[in-house]
């Protein structure tokens, strides 16, 4: 079954300890992102990648890293995470231009 | 700067009727693509439709589809033949080209259908 699969999918934790959200997928995609959701705000985008080792930002990068060792892997790191940083965080992927298959989604809660 | 705008925060259409979500973009780049989700209360986003900037023909994809007046800049999702099933937040988006050769993404704040039965 094509996917997009994150881990893990709740997650409460204090500020400042380093934190690694999972995200792969099986459909060989180029494109992988990294979203996060909050009310009112839709979806913004954190980081993307067009392909193994080609990352940029997108319009909300503070605070968070990316890595792109594999093509079906983009895991988010939250080096220091802060209370701000309480999201709903979703994980996408997509051939280059076409539609974006979403993660679950991870909820995030830093306290 | 890039920019989506969707005015409507909600709407309501009674089941079996088309509805009509609307959506503004805001672009300098001559390439780019729009696109549209759905994400039903359960949180999953959904990809519905896509439109290219150089397409010349709507976009269709069953019940859905996109009425593209890129003079106006405006990207409308219609959904005809409304079913329960439909209520849902619909979010509209924009692809255009970086700086750095990669496609960033941008989402409007959404519009949450609801259909009556």
């Known amino acids: 079954e094509a996917q997009v699969t994150q881990n893990p999918r709740y997650l409460i934790t204090v500020t400042g300890k380093k934190l690694t959200v999972t995200c792969s997928q099986n459909?060989?995609?180029?494109?992988m992102s990294w979203y996060r959701q909050d009310p009112g705000l839709g979806l913004r985008q954190i980081y993307y990648s067009m392909n193994v080792e080609v990352t940029d930002k997108g319009d909300v990068p503070e605070g968070y890293k990316v890595s792109r060792k594999e093509k079906r892997n983009f895991p988010l790191i939250l080096e220091s995470p802060s209370p701000n940083q309480t999201s709903l965080y979703f994980c996408?992927?997509?051939?280059?231009?076409?539609?974006?298959?979403f993660g679950p989604g991870t909820r995030l809660t830093v306290l | 700067a890039q920019k989506i705008t969707q005015t409507q925060p909600g709407m309501f259409v009674q089941e079996k009727e088309a509805v009509t979500l609307d959506c503004t973009y805001d672009?300098?780049?001559?390439?780019?693509?729009l696109f549209w989700y759905k994400q039903p209360s359960s949180g999953e986003m959904i990809f519905l439709i896509y439109q290219g900037s150089y397409d010349q023909q709507n976009a269709t994809e069953g019940r859905y589809s996109l009425n593209f007046q890129k003079a106006r800049k405006s990207a409308n999702l219609v959904i005809s033949a409304s079913q329960l099933g439909d209520s849902a937040m619909y979010f509209c988006a924009m692809r255009e080209g970086s700086r750095t050769g990669g496609f960033k993404t941008i989402f409007g704040a959404g519009t949450r259908l609801f259909v009556k039965a």
């Open positions: 459909m060989n995609h180029e494109y």
């Open positions: 672009t300098s780049d001559p390439s780019y693509g």
């Open positions: 996408a992927s997509s051939l280059p231009g076409a539609g974006q298959f």
